[in-house]
Structure formats: C-alpha cells, structure tokens
C-alpha cells in the first residue's frame, strides 16, 4: 500500500532557529497538503502543492513539491513560540484517498 | 457556521459494547471522512463518503461501519469495541472539488 514517511519526528529548536520537515512517499502523488496539530487541537489546513517542482511561501513558511512529486518539504524560518505543534504532510493520487504522513512535532525553545 | 462538529468528546467503553461516533458538518460539504491518530503512526484514514448514500473504505476499516444517509451527517460505528480500536478519532469535510479538509474537534475514545 501506499506509505507517507515523514522526518524527523520530533524537532526542538531555540525560539528564532529554522526548522525544515521533510516528507517523502513511496509513489508519485497527484498533490500534497500540510496541516499543522496544536497540542490537544486538531489538524488544520495549511496549504497545497499541485504542480511538480511548486514552491509557496506563506510568510515565514516555505513549502516545496518534489520534481518527481514523491517528495515534499516544509521550512520555517526564524520559528516562534506560536510555530509550536505537530506538522504533518498527507499526499493522495486519486484525490479522495489522503495517506497522511507520521508527523514532526516541533517545540520552540524561549 | 459550527463547521465540523463530533460528540462525544470523550468515551469509555469495555470490550465487545458497541457504540456511535457522532459527526456532523453544516458547510454542505460533499465528502466526509473519518481518520483515528495513534501515536507515532499520524492519521489513518478508516471510511469515507464522497455524498449521500456513497461509502467506501480507507486503510484500516476493519472493526468500524459507516452510513452517509445525508449530507450533512456520517456517524460511525464501532460494533465490538477491541482495546486495539483505543485512540482519537477525528472526522473532516471538504467540498467536492475543493482541497481543503476541515477537521472536527476529536473523540478521544479508549476500550478498557
């Protein structure tokens, strides 16, 4: 079956640190999303990725689909103590389907 | 809107009960799933419904049954409660050609 691996699971950083996840699947996707988890929340939608090679920034967030789009990446620059939680990929290739990757949890250091 | 409700929030049930998720979405969303997290394993996802009276399985459906009777509700069904089946299990809608899944609030559930 179709597996989503996510690296490393579980990041801690000093506050202002980059922190980058990095997610890769076993076959091509059609597209990806990354949700983030607060502690005891739920996952909310962050963004998609469709197109092979897609870069987006949302503020100090830059995510990135693979050429080959088996692979995705989510970096943050200069985290903050609000950037705590758990990031998590999920790719599909039938767009009903979503594989959701293991997850990175992130603390931020004060 | 309420969004993405689930009751309840918390359960506690002995093995072999059987008992009923609860979701509901007002956004008039045509596909709804439910997913369980464990720990260190993300979110799997155990049925989904791409509208009324449409069902199919995910990865881990074994042990869980779903019904879609309407838009906006899609409960599911524990029928014989297992310890394995102990963990969070959230329930998302996103709209038929849209991307983004809105997730609900969570039931946490453990089987003693």
């Known amino acids: 079956g179709q597996q989503v691996m996510q690296i490393p699971q579980y990041q801690h950083v000093q506050e202002g640190e980059d922190f980058t996840t990095y997610c890769n699947s076993s076959?091509?996707?059609?597209?990806i999303q990354w949700y983030k988890q607060r502690p005891g929340g739920h996952p909310v939608f962050l963004i998609q990725?469709?197109?092979?090679?897609e870069v987006k920034k949302q503020k100090r967030l830059t995510f990135q689909f693979g050429e080959a789009k088996k692979n995705s990446s989510l970096h943050i620059t200069a985290t903050q103590t609000t950037d705590v939680g758990t990031y998590f990929c999920?790719?599909?290739?039938?767009?009903?389907?979503?594989?959701f990757g293991t997850g990175t949890s992130l603390t931020v250091i004060p | 809107n309420a969004g993405v409700t689930q009751t309840p929030k918390f359960q506690v049930l002995k093995t072999g009960q059987s008992m009923t998720l609860q979701c509901a979405q007002d956004?008039?969303?045509?596909?709804m799933s439910w997913y369980r997290q464990d720990p260190g394993m993300g979110l799997r996802l155990i049925h989904y419904?791409?509208?009324?009276?449409?069902?199919d399985q995910g990865e881990v459906p074994n042990g869980y049954n779903v019904s879609r009777s309407t838009t906006e509700d899609f409960p599911l069904r524990l029928l014989s409660a297992a310890p394995s089946q102990t963990s969070v299990y959230f329930c998302?809608?996103?709209?038929?050609?849209?991307?983004?899944?809105?997730f609900g609030p969570g039931t946490r559930l453990t089987v003693t």
């Open positions: 998302a809608s996103r709209r038929q050609g849209g991307y983004e899944q809105y």
């Open positions: 076959t091509t996707l059609s597209n």
């Open positions: 990725l469709v197109k092979s090679g």
């Open positions: 999920a790719g599909t290739n039938t767009g009903n389907q979503f594989y």
């Open positions: 956004m008039n969303h045509e596909y």
């Open positions: 419904s791409v509208g009324a009276g449409i069902t």
